[in-house]
Structure formats: structure tokens, C-alpha cells
């Protein structure tokens, strides 16, 4: 069993950034690639952002120069920094360990003027 907690989330004005944390309840290191989904008002799930246990990084092409996903292994702790907001990244955004059940409750991300 794993535990992932969402944080970070808030209000922002377009072009500003914000810190998703997602805190997990043992180590990283021995979990499958980590990965950023959201859901926006009225559609589908998404994959924003994934990270490999060997630091290979993918996203959505939407996101690209724009978010960064990263993990420190100390904090067992994956991260997504996200800058230059747009308000089609409003969204609930979810970590999760990818091919697994385990979801974080999620953390609402508004970006808005």
C-alpha cells in the first residue's frame, strides 16, 4: 500500500506559476515511473507530465517549455513545477504511480484574472 498526497494547488493569474507536491508514503525510488494527470471541467482525464525511475521525462505536448516534473528521493517527493499558466491548464491535477491504482485525492490548480 502506498499513500499519495497532492498539495500546491490554489488561485493564479494567467502567466503566473505554481508548486504541485505530491508526498508519498515510502520511498520513490522502489516505485514504477510517477507521473502528473489532470481532469478539466467537462473532460477526460489527461497525462500532463511522467517521470522514470531513471529521471526520463515525458509530457504533453500542450505543457511542454512550460512544466517540469521532477522527484527528490529524500523527501520521497515528486514535484511539478508549472509556469507561464494558461487558463486552459485550470484543472484538478492527481499524481499517481503509473500502471498501478494508486491516485492522489487531487489538488485544484485555477488559473484566472
Known amino acids: 500500500q502506498v499513500r499519495l498526497v497532492e498539495s500546491g494547488g490554489g488561485l493564479v493569474q494567467p502567466g503566473g506559476s505554481l508548486r504541485l507536491s505530491c508526498a508519498a508514503s515510502r520511498s520513490i525510488d522502489s516505485l514504477n515511473s510517477m507521473g502528473w494527470f489532470r481532469r478539466a471541467p467537462g473532460k477526460q482525464r489527461e497525462s500532463v507530465a511522467t517521470i522514470t525511475t531513471g529521471d526520463s521525462r515525458n509530457y504533453a505536448d500542450s505543457v511542454k517549455g512550460r512544466f517540469a516534473i521532477s522527484r527528490d528521493s529524500a523527501k520521497n517527493t515528486v514535484y511539478l513545477q508549472m509556469n507561464n499558466l494558461e487558463p486552459a491548464d485550470t484543472a484538478v491535477y492527481y499524481c499517481?504511480?503509473?500502471?498501478?491504482?494508486?491516485w492522489g485525492q487531487g489538488t485544484q490548480v485555477t488559473v484566472s484574472s
Open positions: 499517481t504511480i503509473l500502471g498501478t491504482d494508486y
